[in-house]
Structure formats: C-alpha cells, structure tokens
C-alpha cells in the first residue's frame, strides 16, 4: 500500500515546443486504482514511464509514501509496468517469464516454483507453467504478464492499456481479474488509456489529460455528471452544448433558463459558458414544472434497444436518446416539449477557455 | 495444368543445372581426386592414400595436426572477440550522442574493403617495422624495433586473428545493430521494470533475442576463417600453418601428384566446417521448436 504524489511533472523534448507532460500535480492514496485518460499523443504514457522510472522527467518530483523516487533507478522502485503488448520474454517458458522478477532478486529457485504457481492460480491459469508464451491467446499473455508484476510484490503497478489489445469478452474476464487482484492485493494501481469505458470500468477516480496537462481528476461519476469542460464532456461522448450564463444555479440561454443542482466544492462552474446535458438524460414528451422547453423532432433513427431523436431548439440542435423500453415515439416534424432534469444538467467551459 | 505444375521448377532449371554442374560436379570432381583420381597421370585406381598422407604420414602429419589446432583456435578466437566486440560497439552505438552517425558511419567502414588490403595494413601498422612500433621508437618506449611485440607473422596467429576481427566487427555489427533496431528497448525496460539491473538485462533479455541472428553470423564468420587462406598466408608463419595455407602448398607444389593431398585436405576442411554448421542447424532448429 504506497501512497503516490506527483508535482509538477514535467516532460519536455528538446527540438519539441510543446512539453509532453507540463506540471502535472496528482495525489493517489494507498490501494487506490486509478485511470490515466487522454487521446493518444497527450502524455499519459510518459507520465506512467516516469512513474516506472524508464522516462527522466524534466522537472518536478514524483513521491511514494513521501519519499522522492526520481533518483531512484527504476530497478529499484518497485513500481513494475505491465506493457500494452504484454512483452512476455519470448525464449522463456511461461513458468520462467513469472518468476523473472525473483531470479533476479536472488531468490533461491525453490521459492521462485512455489510462488509462480500461486500467480498463475491468481491469474487463473494454473496449468500453463511449461507453455511458451506464443502458444498463448492475447488474453492469457495479458494474465502472464500481470502474473509476473505481481509476483514481485510492487510498490506500485502500472498498466499501459491493460484492455485495448483484448477482445469483448477478453475485456470483461479482465477487467474482472483485475479488479479482484487488485481489491485483494491492495497495490497502489495506476493505469494509462484513451478509452472512457476502459477507465470508467475500472477506475476509482480518473485523471483526464490533454496536451499533457491535467484537466480533470474525478471519479468516474463526476466525469459523466459534471465535466470540466467542453472538450472533456466531448471525450466522454457529449454532443449537447447551449451558450449560456450563470446567475448562481441558474443558466440563461437563448431557449430558455435552466436550473442545476449544484456540484461538489471542487466543481465549480464558470459564469459565461456551454450548458450541456447527455443525449440520455433528456426527457422526452413529458412536460415538467421547470427546465422544459419546446422543440421539434428533426430526424429519429432507430436503432433496435434505442431511438436516436435529432431535435431543433430554437436556432440550435441537440441529440436524445429514448430507451426502446419507454413508451411512445415520435415523428419527424411533430412538436415535443424536452425536460433537462436538473440533476442532469451542467455548465462546462467552452473549449477555447479550456 | 500440367503446364502450371512444371512452371516453377523450369523456371528454376538454369540455375539449379549452373549449381549442379559448377558446384557439385567441381565438389566431385575435386572428391575424385582426393581419392587419387586423375587420369592425365595415369592414377585411376581410387583409394584414401592422401587422407592417410596428409594426416599421419611422418612427412605431413605434424604440420597437419599443428595446422588444425591452429586453425580452430584462430577462426574461434577471431570468430568470438569480433561478435562480442560488435555486441559491445552495437549496444553503445545504439545511444543517442553527438557524433553518432559519424560513428556508426566510421564502425562500418572496413565493411568493403578487401581482407588482402587489411592483412597488408596490419603489416604496414602493426609489423615489428610497423607505425606503432615507430611510434613506439619515436616516443623513447622501445629502442629497436626488435623490442617491439611480434603481432605479425607469429606462431599464435595474433596477427591473423586481429585482421579477422578488425574485419569481420562490421560484418557483425551490421547484424546485431539490425536485430537491436527491430526489437527495440521494450523488453530491456520490461525486465529493468521487473527489477534486472543492467548486467542481467544484458545477460538475460538482450543477448538471448539477439542470440540466433548471432549464431547464424558466427557460423558464416566461422567457416569463412576456417577456410581462407589470404589472411594467413601473408599474416602467418610456415609452422604452424593454417589448413587452408597447407591445402594451397599443395596445389602450388610442382609435383602433381600433390594434388591429391591438397584435394583431401579442401575436402577435410569441407567436411569439419559442414559438421559444424549441421550442429548449428540441429541447435537452431531445437531452440526454434522450443521457442
């Protein structure tokens, strides 16, 4: 259980204008698993490398337990990186790719046995030791490469991509697996992706980067309710944005004010910006005391569980997604009042202010 | 159909009949003779007088048995320092530091240049009348150049094996620089994440992955210093002297009759350079089953 803190994290290139990661600040407590969200290009990986020690950061400290690790060699820092593609060492047995870390600690061959058939029990594969890793499915490679991290006991585990290179239902036993091991193991678990539903599954709070900055650091609940800005509520799959202003909980915009619920301390909202709401949580043809407006249907598609409505709001447009469970439909051109729950809606910064 | 069946193998018809007669008809003729063959002398009769000969007749055996360790020993040592040198120059080339083309540029130079041009520079450098012996005279640390360490034409096969290796680092380096390129530094930083420290990232991780493009190197470096004869016939001494320099003695011997020890001799050298590349297959083939 090692409790993480970056400061002021720094990664630049010479020739490279833009620093590849620029005064990242993050606090991780002990045991906690946590997702390090971006687009490709935005850092993320650097960051967890610098983390890993393979990458020397520029500037800025990176502590575990309050203690400076950066001058630590990374063989020393007990925080192993498991790899996108696994990187299982191709001329060892799987037995040999598990107990790797504790040949090269010292440990006497006896115990390197013993210990790797418990990692391959935790990983679920325990009757695979004599295999080599190309006789192995992604998946399984994927399970050994977690095996052979763990078996060290780390500080701290890194995972680049622990899901993106495994199919659906590859994804889930894994996703499963880890959260498991990692609940059990209670290991400090940082982990690198671009894909939200990878983050949000498995993630207890997430740290959303572009262009190497920190934008948001929240759980993956507040990230879908309340985003910091535009471009962040875009990431995660917004598409509905009104300009509007702020007077307290209120946002005037030029269909009609809307109240919010506020949010907690750290998420405040900015005066001038875009009031925005998911596709998903917009009520249809159920007129309401407050936040309905009236707006035309533009366009529906349906799409067998869902009907994907285009809707006119005035000069604007915005989406909403009616479940196939909920009675009624609507027509193209037929007028239909849209409620924005309160608890539903949010007020982010434009993407030029992000 | 049929036409298509026997496309491919037409096709390669010519050149197959070029290897077959060229290569094998030469390699049998040259066998025949080995045997005693040759008919323009009147020896018709095939028998192993010229292996007997060359290996344990009073007049040759010593030179041959000398011979043989020599050769063993120059094309190994020349063989092992110049791969383990060009893992060595391979691995630091693979840094980034001002200078580097240059440098690569500079490791690679000697690539072209003919094994004859580098035995007579290793002369012309390294020679008891040599530049660094000169040097060594200018510099007040020898006052004759008989002081000066015999490198050249010496009983060890110094001279020889420093002109292999001075030759033969690029031919390597320009194989592991390759196979280093491809594979990257990710396996080196799973295992110095995993806790290897730099001796045993080396040990265990980069020369395993760069271990059968070695091996197939050390056996075309092998078999090319077992067998030539340019090097250690300007570098070398009459005794001992390499198989391949005895096997030239031989042919340019006056008496033709010597042919035929000098055909056993090819023809043995042939053989021990083919067992060993069948053990090289035999171990490449296990490890390729294994992993």
Request: proline fraction near 6%; hydrophobic fraction near 45%; include cysteine.
């Amino acid at each position: 259980m090692t409790h993480v803190r970056i400061n002021n994290l720094t990664k630049a290139y010479s020739g490279v204008d833009a620093p590849a990661v620029a005064d990242l600040d993050l606090d991780i407590p002990s045991g906690r698993l946590i997702a390090l969200l971006g687009p490709s290009g935005c850092g993320k990986t650097t960051t967890l490398k610098m983390i890993a020690g393979l990458i020397r950061p520029t500037a800025g400290d990176i502590t575990f337990d309050g203690d400076s690790i950066v001058r630590i060699p990374p063989e020393k820092r007990g925080a192993v990186m498991v790899f996108q593609n696994y990187l299982l060492f191709p001329y060892m047995s799987v037995g040999q790719n598990v107990g790797f870390g504790l040949k090269m600690a010292g440990v006497d061959p006896k115990t390197i046995d013993q210990r790797v058939k418990e990692m391959l029990n935790l990983v679920r594969l325990p009757d695979i030791s004599d295999r080599r890793p190309k006789q192995l499915s992604g998946g399984q490679q994927q399970r050994v490469a977690l095996a052979r991290a763990l078996i060290t006991k780390p500080r701290v585990l890194l995972l680049d991509e622990p899901l993106s290179n495994l199919d659906a239902h590859l994804r889930d036993e894994m996703r499963e697996l880890i959260l498991s091991v990692q609940r059990d193991l209670g290991i400090t678990t940082i982990f690198v992706t671009h894909d939200q539903e990878e983050a949000v599954l498995l993630a207890d709070r997430i740290a959303m980067i572009f262009d190497g900055r920190l934008q948001q650091f929240a759980s993956p609940d507040v990230f879908y309710r309340h985003p910091a800005s535009e471009r962040i509520a875009r990431f995660l799959g917004g598409v509905n944005f009104l300009p509007g202003k702020r007077q307290g909980d209120t946002v005037e915009t030029d269909v009609g004010s809307f109240r919010f619920a506020p949010g907690g301390e750290d998420e405040r909202p900015p005066e001038d910006g875009l009031l925005t709401i998911r596709p998903e949580q917009i009520v249809l043809g159920q007129p309401t005391a407050e936040n309905t407006v009236q707006g035309r249907v533009v366009s529906r598609i349906f799409v067998g569980t869902y009907t994907r409505y285009r809707l006119a709001l005035g000069s604007h447009q915005i989406e909403a997604v009616r479940s196939a469970d909920v009675a009624g439909d609507f027509a193209e051109g037929q007028d239909v009042p849209i409620g924005f729950p309160a608890d539903r809606v949010w007020m982010v910064r434009p993407d030029q202010a992000a | 159909m049929s036409w298509e069946r026997w496309r491919i193998p037409l096709m390669l018809g010519p050149t197959v009949l070029i290897i077959l007669v060229l290569f094998f008809g030469s390699l049998g003729f040259g066998f025949l003779q080995s045997l005693g063959f040759q008919p323009q002398l009147g020896n018709t009769e095939l028998n192993f007088d010229a292996y007997i000969s060359v290996m344990f007749s009073e007049e040759h055996s010593s030179r041959f048995w000398a011979g043989l360790l020599l050769t063993f020993w120059v094309a190994f040592a020349s063989t092992f320092i110049s791969a383990a040198l060009a893992i060595a120059i391979a691995l630091l080339l693979r840094r980034t530091f001002f200078g580097k083309r240059l440098a690569v540029f500079l490791f690679q130079l000697n690539l072209p240049i003919p094994h004859l041009v580098i035995a007579i520079g290793m002369i012309l450098v390294f020679s008891q009348s040599g530049l660094l012996s000169r040097v060594a005279g200018e510099l007040g640390l020898i006052s004759s150049p008989r002081e000066f360490p015999v490198l050249v034409r010496d009983s060890s096969g110094i001279g020889i094996i420093l002109a292999y290796v001075w030759k033969e680092i690029a031919f390597f380096g320009i194989i592991v620089m390759a196979i280093l390129q491809s594979l990257g530094e990710d396996y080196e930083a799973a295992a110095q994440s995993l806790g290897a420290n730099r001796w045993q990232r080396f040990r265990y991780v980069t020369l395993p992955l760069i271990m059968p493009g070695l091996m197939s190197a050390s056996i075309i470096v092998f078999a090319f210093t077992f067998g030539t004869y340019e090097v250690p016939r300007i570098l070398g001494v009459r005794h001992p002297e390499m198989l391949p320099v005895m096997a030239l003695d031989f042919f340019l011997n006056p008496d033709l009759n010597a042919r035929a020890e000098g055909m056993a001799l090819s023809i043995i050298i042939a053989v021990i350079v083919l067992i060993l590349v069948l053990i090289y297959m035999y171990i490449s083939a296990r490890t390729i089953r294994r992993g």
